[in-house]
């Protein structure tokens, strides 16, 4: 189950560090010498080590508390993974180009660039991401969430319905509260598409089953650090940040391959 965290974490480079962390209310920011890394602050979970002193830590051993069952120290090390990889030149090597920074957020929104693709299928998201609700117009949609909405599904339900969808859309925060392994397994026979700022822009995650990446790269860390500070939420992507849909290279690993592995 840790294996696709171990991946994460053996791709950064040992000369790394962390310059500075912010712990937020809704979301922590981890800086290194490639960038601004951003997760979902998460809270409870088992008590941890409770962590000091982090800057000067290297990256990758604060990146190791991604695999910490205290939310909070989970939520660092998520950040500090992102650190490593949510940054332009990350991206330009993925896909070979720059960043459009005059992309409008809804033209770099996943869901909305998928709507021809979703249209008529069976769709599964986990988390209850803004407007979401509106692909009930155009799919057979399922949103399943640890608080649920109106008309969504508990969490727990992903076990019967992930299966036998086409699409499924998971929350980066599944990094963080140690769900991630098992959804993507649920969801081996669908496209899947990762989204949300805690999602790593990385080739790694396309080994094990991923079709997209939907992230933040944070282009502007004077903004987003104030924003964070002042406890924004949701408003988060007008400040300072590029929200960015790399999709998988057909040199990836095929499905079966993926399949495979995890059978």
Known sequence: ????????IDAIPENLTVLECLLGVSWTLVRSERGLGMAKTVKGGK???NLANTTGMPLKKLACFSKSWDMLEASLGQAAINAAFNNPAEVMALTGRPIDQSCAPEESNAFKQLIPEITGKKVAVIGHFPNVAQLRKICELSVL????????????????????????????????NKTMPRL???SKNSKIILVG??????RVLFNYGVDR??????????????????GEKMN????????????RSPSCPGREDVRAAWE
């Not at 700022?197 to 990385?202: A, H």
Request: with cysteine; hydrophobic share 45%.
């Open 145 to 176: 969430e640890r608080k649920p909405q109106a008309d969504d599904f508990p969490d727990s339900a992903c076990e019967y319905i992930l299966p036998g969808q086409d699409f499924v859309f998971i929350t980066g925060t599944a990094f963080t």
């Open 1 to 8: 189950m840790w294996e696709m965290y171990d991946d994460l």
């Open 236 to 247: 988060i992507f007008k400040h300072g940040g590029q929200m960015v849909c790399v999709q």
């Open 47 to 49: 008590k941890g080590a």
């Open 184 to 186: 993507l397994e649920l």
């Open 213 to 230: 990446l939907a992230s933040l790269v944070i282009l502007d860390q004077q903004l987003i650090w104030k924003a964070v500070q002042e």
């Open 197 to 202: 700022p805690s999602v790593p822009i990385s």
